[in-house]
């Protein structure tokens, strides 16, 4: 089992920054892949951005190409994403995921087999 712990959400303004956290429980977490997706209100869950279990390869959706970076700590067991030049239509909940099989870098949900609850991001006008 992995349990995944996301924190660093918050309200922001446009043009602002935020580092959102997600901690993983378990001892192979250098095993595996990760992701971070976002849920608008009405809308489905979308990718954002994933790392591979080196951190070699990373993805990003286009719309946050430039501005988001994803990290990772294999050390700490944690995975980070760095938010800059945030837009409103950045504000959604943010979920980190890992895939515990493959440990490729992947853009699909179904690839993913365990989420964290997720942390809100709202970013003001």
């Known amino acids: 089992q992995v349990q995944l712990v996301e924190s660093g959400g918050g309200l922001v303004q446009a043009g602002g920054s935020l580092r959102l956290s997600c901690a993983a429980s378990?001892?192979?977490?250098?095993?595996?892949?990760m992701g971070w997706f976002r849920q608008a209100p009405g809308k489905e869950r979308d990718f954002v951005a994933a790392?591979?279990?080196?951190?070699?390869?990373?993805y990003y959706a286009d719309s946050v190409q430039g501005r988001f970076t994803i990290s990772r700590d294999n050390a700490k067991n944690t995975v980070y994403l760095q938010m800059n030049s945030l837009k409103p239509e950045d504000t959604a909940v943010y979920y980190c995921?890992?895939?515990?099989?493959?440990?490729?870098?992947?853009?699909?949900?179904?690839?993913?087999?365990?989420w964290g609850q997720g942390t809100q991001v709202t970013v003001s006008s």
């Open positions: 378990g001892r192979t977490f250098s095993n595996y892949a």
């Open positions: 790392i591979s279990r080196s951190g070699g390869t990373k």
């Open positions: 995921a890992a895939d515990s099989v493959s440990g490729i870098a992947g853009t699909r949900a179904a690839r993913y087999d365990y």
